[in-house]
């Protein structure tokens, strides 16, 4: 880890006081939390790095709605068959196919889910995992 000197306005600093109390953490930390998520995904996919970016900038009711979002149960049900198809061989190409493209779907969703909890947390929310179950 490198050391940098930075002169920041008050007002800044302030921002950041508060946030490092309401997360419990120092205000170092909350810092080079902010900077790293202002920072590029460069082993993400473009498309995927920029929605992750847009997070950023949503309201705490739409970060919430977005760390509660659950695959619909019809596509959790059929992606859970694709997986035991798969464990045991069963797979067609085309199964295969479909289960690439639900595995990457869920993915997504969860990454989505994480940067969501993860803004919360930066921006002084603390929860339990029941949280995020959907309402």
Do not use: C
Not at 67 to 81: D, F, V
Not at 88 to 117: P, Y
């Amino acid at each position: 880890m490198s050391d940098l000197l930075v002169n920041v306005p008050d007002e800044i600093y302030h921002r950041l006081q508060q946030m490092a109390e309401a997360s419990a953490q120092s205000v170092e930390a909350v810092l080079v939390s902010q900077l790293t998520a202002s920072l590029p995904l460069d082993d993400l996919p473009p498309d995927e790095a920029a929605e992750l970016a847009a997070l950023r900038h949503l309201s705490d009711d739409a970060l919430w709605t977005i760390a509660r979002e659950q695959l619909p149960e019809a596509i959790q049900t059929r992606l859970s068959e694709l997986i035991t198809h798969n464990t045991r061989g069963e797979l067609s190409a085309t199964e295969r196919e479909e289960l690439e493209a639900l595995a990457h779907r869920s993915d997504r969703l969860m990454m989505r889910k994480a940067e969501g909890a993860a803004l919360l947390t930066q921006r002084g929310y603390t929860f339990t995992q029941k949280d995020f179950k959907p309402n």
